[in-house]
Protein backbone atom coordinates (compact mmCIF):
# COMPACT_ATOMS: atom_id res chain seq x y z
CA UNK A 1 0.00 0.00 0.00
CA UNK A 2 0.82 3.38 -1.07
CA UNK A 3 1.47 6.84 1.55
CA UNK A 4 2.96 9.86 1.02
CA UNK A 5 2.78 11.66 4.37
CA UNK A 6 3.10 15.52 4.34
CA UNK A 7 4.21 17.05 7.43
CA UNK A 8 6.02 20.86 8.38
CA UNK A 9 2.62 22.87 7.37
CA UNK A 10 2.16 25.85 10.06
CA UNK A 11 1.33 29.14 10.30
CA UNK A 12 3.37 31.67 9.26
CA UNK A 13 4.08 35.96 8.99
CA UNK A 14 4.45 36.93 5.02
CA UNK A 15 8.38 37.07 4.57
CA UNK A 16 8.86 33.96 6.45
CA UNK A 17 9.50 30.59 5.84
CA UNK A 18 8.64 27.07 6.08
CA UNK A 19 10.39 23.46 4.59
CA UNK A 20 7.53 20.50 4.23
CA UNK A 21 8.18 17.10 3.89
CA UNK A 22 6.79 14.39 2.19
CA UNK A 23 7.63 10.64 3.41
CA UNK A 24 6.69 7.79 0.83
CA UNK A 25 6.39 4.17 1.54
CA UNK A 26 4.93 1.19 -0.64
CA UNK A 27 6.11 3.19 -3.73
CA UNK A 28 9.01 3.01 -5.84
CA UNK A 29 10.26 6.40 -4.58
CA UNK A 30 13.90 6.62 -6.41
CA UNK A 31 12.09 5.60 -9.79
CA UNK A 32 8.95 7.94 -9.45
CA UNK A 33 8.87 11.82 -10.35
CA UNK A 34 7.08 13.55 -7.40
CA UNK A 35 5.14 16.50 -6.87
CA UNK A 36 3.49 19.37 -5.23
CA UNK A 37 0.32 21.10 -5.66
CA UNK A 38 -1.74 23.29 -3.18
CA UNK A 39 -5.80 24.34 -2.85
CA UNK A 40 -6.53 27.07 -1.23
CA UNK A 41 -10.25 27.89 -0.42
CA UNK A 42 -12.92 28.09 -3.03
CA UNK A 43 -9.96 27.67 -5.96
CA UNK A 44 -8.68 24.31 -7.87
CA UNK A 45 -5.59 22.59 -7.08
CA UNK A 46 -3.09 24.25 -8.74
CA UNK A 47 0.47 23.02 -9.43
CA UNK A 48 3.62 24.35 -6.92
CA UNK A 49 6.91 22.25 -8.05
CA UNK A 50 7.73 18.84 -9.60
CA UNK A 51 11.25 16.73 -9.56
CA UNK A 52 12.17 14.04 -11.82
CA UNK A 53 13.63 11.18 -10.09
CA UNK A 54 17.09 11.43 -10.21
CA UNK A 55 16.64 15.30 -9.32
CA UNK A 56 18.30 16.25 -12.49
CA UNK A 57 14.87 18.34 -13.46
CA UNK A 58 12.75 20.69 -11.17
CA UNK A 59 9.61 22.42 -12.72
CA UNK A 60 8.06 25.13 -10.82
CA UNK A 61 4.63 27.25 -11.31
CA UNK A 62 5.46 31.07 -12.22
CA UNK A 63 3.89 32.11 -8.77
CA UNK A 64 6.79 30.23 -6.74
CA UNK A 65 9.87 30.39 -8.71
CA UNK A 66 12.79 31.98 -6.91
CA UNK A 67 10.78 31.58 -3.68
CA UNK A 68 10.60 27.99 -3.54
CA UNK A 69 12.96 24.98 -3.79
CA UNK A 70 12.23 21.29 -4.33
CA UNK A 71 14.78 18.78 -3.63
CA UNK A 72 14.62 14.74 -2.60
CA UNK A 73 16.97 12.36 -0.39
CA UNK A 74 16.15 8.82 -2.28
CA UNK A 75 18.10 7.11 0.08
CA UNK A 76 15.10 8.45 2.99
CA UNK A 77 12.47 8.10 0.68
CA UNK A 78 11.63 12.17 1.65
CA UNK A 79 10.78 14.89 -0.85
CA UNK A 80 11.13 18.26 0.50
CA UNK A 81 9.85 21.48 -0.46
CA UNK A 82 11.53 24.66 1.07
CA UNK A 83 9.18 28.01 1.21
CA UNK A 84 10.62 31.33 1.65
CA UNK A 85 9.28 34.93 1.16
CA UNK A 86 5.75 33.66 1.92
CA UNK A 87 3.36 35.60 0.69
CA UNK A 88 -0.51 35.83 1.87
CA UNK A 89 -1.50 33.90 -1.47
CA UNK A 90 0.65 31.06 -0.47
CA UNK A 91 -1.97 30.07 1.49
CA UNK A 92 -3.38 26.67 1.06
CA UNK A 93 -3.73 23.08 1.65
CA UNK A 94 -0.14 21.55 0.41
CA UNK A 95 -0.56 17.86 -1.44
CA UNK A 96 2.35 15.86 -2.08
CA UNK A 97 1.82 13.62 -5.11
CA UNK A 98 3.89 10.57 -6.53
CA UNK A 99 4.13 8.14 -9.15
CA UNK A 100 4.64 9.63 -12.14
CA UNK A 101 7.04 9.14 -15.13
CA UNK A 102 7.50 12.76 -15.17
CA UNK A 103 7.98 16.18 -13.43
CA UNK A 104 5.14 17.33 -14.66
CA UNK A 105 2.29 20.06 -13.87
CA UNK A 106 -0.58 17.52 -15.08
CA UNK A 107 -1.87 16.02 -11.62
CA UNK A 108 -3.41 13.66 -13.78
CA UNK A 109 -0.32 11.77 -14.06
CA UNK A 110 0.40 11.55 -10.89
CA UNK A 111 -1.38 8.31 -9.41
CA UNK A 112 -0.80 8.70 -5.88
CA UNK A 113 -1.47 11.55 -2.82
CA UNK A 114 -0.76 12.56 0.63
CA UNK A 115 -3.59 13.48 2.23
CA UNK A 116 -2.37 17.58 2.35
CA UNK A 117 -0.85 19.78 4.94
CA UNK A 118 -2.19 23.21 5.91
CA UNK A 119 0.18 26.09 4.96
CA UNK A 120 -1.21 29.57 6.57
CA UNK A 121 0.75 33.06 5.92
CA UNK A 122 -0.35 36.14 7.88
CA UNK A 123 -0.47 39.39 6.21
Known amino acids: QVQLVESGGGLVQAGGSLRLSCKASGLSFSGSAMGWFRQAPGKEREFVAA????????NYADSVKGRFTLSRDNAKNTLYLQMNSLKPEDTAVYYC????????????????WGQGTQVTVSS
Open 97 to 112: AGGSGRATASARQYNY
Open 51 to 58: ITWGATYT
